[in-house]
């Protein structure tokens, strides 16, 4: 039969457009021993139309065909810079689109004491909200339950904004394809562990520390934009204790910086190129003090600075009308130099290996076994002892580093 069980595992995305077009309803996705979902067809019930193969990104993607211009960009708003990864570009044009009565579509997490930490894709429709969406979180987010509902905005003739990342991105440009009310910006991405693994990582983390983890940041600006530090929140009796979220310590951060634990279509992702799929693509302007040092002092790192490839008739449009951006024109060459997935997927070691197997053996607590042995027991513990040692003199350096902007979340 011409259906998607013919797709090769390790090109499927997990995006959902099959199950999502195939008029039988023939398809659903299951979770695989590592949490990864991925599409399952009832032969039974295929009425062998070919749908879900025509509508797979895997099988051909639709790049936009305009020559790319590049931008080092940033919005140096006090109220929304600080809650942003990297210059707050997503916020911006979130705030420009809701402004014309649009709806914004993006990745929202929740912490409900039943189900744990989730990410899925969520529509907002006012300003008020956008800090739901802004911040990346580095796990893959569902969007089982946000398509139908842009399906209904675009029939509806509502304007409609999607921020994801790349795949995530090609799925909804094909789902919904022709739309001329569908604007996107694709992240640049090196890859997504699967939902179980995060939250596997916060009951050990839980256990460990006899409390409830509340809040989860992946990237705290309060430590700097580069830092890629975060912070976890977590309730013991009557108060919340912030521990830190960093890749050296973490096994869940550290593996996800060295890029063992992605599903196996980002080790051949497609979307890693200069070639890209969304209107605009927006990441993180790596390397720009070195590439282009006079606009990384106009931008001023402290606010994070962002690459933003506009990529489309519709891209430029949007970079118009965000007024409020400051942006430099700059090479998109520039911009590859420092950035890994603008060039390749990324890559793994053979560390995966020994990771895949200890989880599907011993759960996260194995993985974490695993890490601590690769990192080596007394590199962790200079390591402590060297944080231990910045923390004094963070906290000593703190109230000149960065005004303190944060408060809603
Ligand atoms: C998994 C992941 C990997 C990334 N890897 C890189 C990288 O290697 N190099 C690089 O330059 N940049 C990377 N980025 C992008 C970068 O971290 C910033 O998200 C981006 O620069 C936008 O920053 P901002 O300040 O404009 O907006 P922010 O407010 O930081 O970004 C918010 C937008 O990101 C989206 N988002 C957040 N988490 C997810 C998620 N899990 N899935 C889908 N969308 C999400 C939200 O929907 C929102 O629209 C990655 C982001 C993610 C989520
Ligand atoms: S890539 Fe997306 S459309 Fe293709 S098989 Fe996987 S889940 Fe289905
Ligand atoms: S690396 Fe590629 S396949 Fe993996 S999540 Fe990112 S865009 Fe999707």
Redesign the pocket.
Same mark, same amino acid.
């Given at each position: 039969m011409k259906n998607i069980n013919r797709i090769a595992r390790n090109t499927c995305t997990g995006c959902l457009a099959c199950e999502y077009v195939c008029p039988a309803n023939a398809i659903c996705h299951k979770t695989d021993k590592f949490g990864f979902f991925y599409p399952e067809v009832s032969e039974r019930i295929c009425i062998d139309c070919g749908w879900c193969l025509a509508y797979c990104p895997s099988e051909s993607v639709d790049f936009p065909l305009i020559e790319a211009e590049c931008y080092a960009a940033n919005w140096r708003n006090e109220t929304y810079n600080q809650?942003?990864?990297? !210059? +707050? #570009?997503? =916020?911006a044009i979130?705030k420009m689109f809701l402004s014309k009565k649009g709806v #914004?579509? +993006? =990745? =929202?997490a929740s912490l409900e004491m039943d189900e744990g930490y989730s #990410?899925e %894709?969520q529509e907002i429709e006012n300003q008020e909200q956008i800090y739901l969406?802004? +911040?990346?979180?580095? @796990?893959?987010?569902s969007m089982d339950r946000a398509l139908p509902k842009i399906g209904q905005r675009l029939k509806e003739e509502r304007d409609v904004l999607f921020? !994801?990342?790349p795949c995530?991105v090609a799925a909804v440009k094909r789902i919904f394809h022709g739309s001329d009310h569908l604007y996107t910006?694709d992240? @640049?991405? %090196? +890859? #997504?562990p699967s939902q179980q693994m995060l939250k596997d990582y916060i009951s050990m983390i839980e256990k460990k520390n006899r409390g409830k983890v509340v809040k989860i940041e992946f990237?705290d600006k309060k430590k700097g934009w580069e830092s890629v530090e975060g912070t976890i929140w977590i309730q013991r009796n009557n108060s919340v204790e912030e521990l830190p979220f960093e890749s050296f310590f973490s096994s869940y951060y550290g593996l996800f910086m060295r890029g063992e634990t992605y599903r196996e279509s980002c080790y051949s992702c497609q979307y890693a190129s200069a070639d890209r799929v969304g209107d605009i693509t927006? !990441?993180?302007?790596?390397g720009i003090e070195e590439t282009n040092p006079d606009i990384a002092e106009k931008l001023d790192k402290k606010y !994070?600075i962002? @690459?933003c490839i506009v990529n489309s008739e519709k891209g430029k449009q949007m970079m118009e009308q965000a007024t409020m951006l400051t942006r430099v024109h700059v090479q998109l060459q520039d911009a590859q130099i420092h950035?890994?997935?603008l060039n390749e997927p990324s890559k793994h070691s053979p560390l995966r290996q020994a990771v895949l197997s200890a989880y599907s053996e011993g759960g996260w607590e194995a993985v974490d076994r695993v890490y601590l042995k690769h990192v080596g027991l007394k590199s962790y513990v200079n390591n402590r002892w060297y944080r231990m040692l910045k923390k004094i003199k963070d906290s000593i350096l703190k109230s000149q580093e960065y005004p303190n902007l944060r408060g809603r979340a």
């Amino acid at each position: 039969m011409k259906n998607i069980n013919r797709i090769a595992r390790n090109t499927c995305t997990g995006c959902l457009a099959c199950e999502y077009v195939c008029p039988a309803n023939a398809i659903c996705h299951k979770t695989d021993k590592f949490g990864f979902f991925y599409p399952e067809v009832s032969e039974r019930i295929c009425i062998d139309c070919g749908w879900c193969l025509a509508y797979c990104p895997s099988e051909s993607v639709d790049f936009p065909l305009i020559e790319a211009e590049c931008y080092a960009a940033n919005w140096r708003n006090e109220t929304y810079n600080q809650q942003s990864t990297s !210059g +707050g #570009v997503f =916020a911006a044009i979130a705030k420009m689109f809701l402004s014309k009565k649009g709806v #914004v579509y +993006g =990745a =929202a997490a929740s912490l409900e004491m039943d189900e744990g930490y989730s #990410v899925e %894709h969520q529509e907002i429709e006012n300003q008020e909200q956008i800090y739901l969406l802004q +911040g990346s979180k580095y @796990v893959q987010s569902s969007m089982d339950r946000a398509l139908p509902k842009i399906g209904q905005r675009l029939k509806e003739e509502r304007d409609v904004l999607f921020c !994801g990342t790349p795949c995530q991105v090609a799925a909804v440009k094909r789902i919904f394809h022709g739309s001329d009310h569908l604007y996107t910006l694709d992240l @640049v991405c %090196h +890859g #997504v562990p699967s939902q179980q693994m995060l939250k596997d990582y916060i009951s050990m983390i839980e256990k460990k520390n006899r409390g409830k983890v509340v809040k989860i940041e992946f990237r705290d600006k309060k430590k700097g934009w580069e830092s890629v530090e975060g912070t976890i929140w977590i309730q013991r009796n009557n108060s919340v204790e912030e521990l830190p979220f960093e890749s050296f310590f973490s096994s869940y951060y550290g593996l996800f910086m060295r890029g063992e634990t992605y599903r196996e279509s980002c080790y051949s992702c497609q979307y890693a190129s200069a070639d890209r799929v969304g209107d605009i693509t927006i !990441g993180d302007f790596w390397g720009i003090e070195e590439t282009n040092p006079d606009i990384a002092e106009k931008l001023d790192k402290k606010y !994070g600075i962002s @690459v933003c490839i506009v990529n489309s008739e519709k891209g430029k449009q949007m970079m118009e009308q965000a007024t409020m951006l400051t942006r430099v024109h700059v090479q998109l060459q520039d911009a590859q130099i420092h950035s890994q997935n603008l060039n390749e997927p990324s890559k793994h070691s053979p560390l995966r290996q020994a990771v895949l197997s200890a989880y599907s053996e011993g759960g996260w607590e194995a993985v974490d076994r695993v890490y601590l042995k690769h990192v080596g027991l007394k590199s962790y513990v200079n390591n402590r002892w060297y944080r231990m040692l910045k923390k004094i003199k963070d906290s000593i350096l703190k109230s000149q580093e960065y005004p303190n902007l944060r408060g809603r979340a």
